[in-house]
């Protein structure tokens, strides 16, 4: 008869909340600011980066975690380089990690509306070169990185890339680069037919169709004085 279940290696991918301060005033005061850029965290799996803390009494982690929760993102494990918040992960029933600290979080748009299977690759090279067609459902993410894809990009897929994205065929799903906050990275695609852009978490849907000059044609996405921009490759 065959098992119920079987336990098998994995590697879950998470993103990190660096925490900077105790208040919960201005910690809540941030997260409401921001809930429209992070809106899209709900389904990603998150760990409480608490680095800049010395002791574990020096902050309210339930608090925290509960405050989180309110707006959407979901902690799932706690970050810290001394073995001394083990315990304090387990009474909050948090998985503990003493890995190295990333350099910032990241913060990722909207996924797939409807719900459906998703298959997401990660990989951690300079450059990733994607050959084959990215199919709905499908999540690939360039960590520390550029992206590069060579074949479709269906709707509902997903590109992340902690670099720049570089789209060389027809591109109908989602496309964020500079996932960990970095302004000066951009996304090239050659068929603008995007679901959304996102660079360093400023994002654009696009429900209705783009003006005649970009869709369907070579465009660059960029941010310029915090504001998302999308122009035709060789526009000034």
């Not at 809106?39 to 574990?56: G, H, K, N, S």
């Amino acid at each position: 008869m065959k098992s119920a279940f079987d336990v098998k290696s994995s590697r879950l991918e998470t993103l990190a909340i660096c925490l900077h301060t105790a208040d919960l005033t201005e910690l809540e005061e941030t997260l409401r600011q921001r809930t429209e850029q992070y809106r899209d965290l709900e389904i990603m799996p998150f760990v409480l980066d608490v680095e800049d803390f010395a002791q574990p009494d020096d902050l309210d982690i339930p608090a925290v975690v509960s405050l989180c929760a309110r707006y959407g993102i979901q902690i799932l494990g706690l970050r810290h380089s001394s073995e001394t918040w083990a315990e304090a992960a387990s009474r909050c029933h948090l998985v503990f990690s003493s890995g190295d600290k990333p350099a910032e979080a990241a913060a990722l748009p909207k996924p797939v509306q409807e719900p459906q299977p998703v298959s997401a690759t990660v990989i951690s090279n300079p450059t990733v070169l994607i050959s084959t067609p990215v199919r709905t459902g499908q999540q690939v993410y360039a960590e520390n990185g550029d992206l590069i894809v060579t074949g479709i990009v269906s709707q509902g897929a997903e590109l992340i890339a902690d670099g720049n994205i570089h789209i060389y065929a027809p591109m109908r799903g989602r496309a964020l680069a500079g996932a960990k906050g970095d302004t000066n990275a951009r996304i090239f695609i050659h068929s603008m037919q995007a679901e959304l852009v996102s660079v360093a978490g400023i994002y654009r849907n696009f429900e209705d169709d783009l003006p005649g000059h970009l869709h369907k044609k070579p465009v660059q996405v960029s941010l310029q004085d915090n504001r998302l921009v999308i122009s035709a490759i060789g526009d000034e």
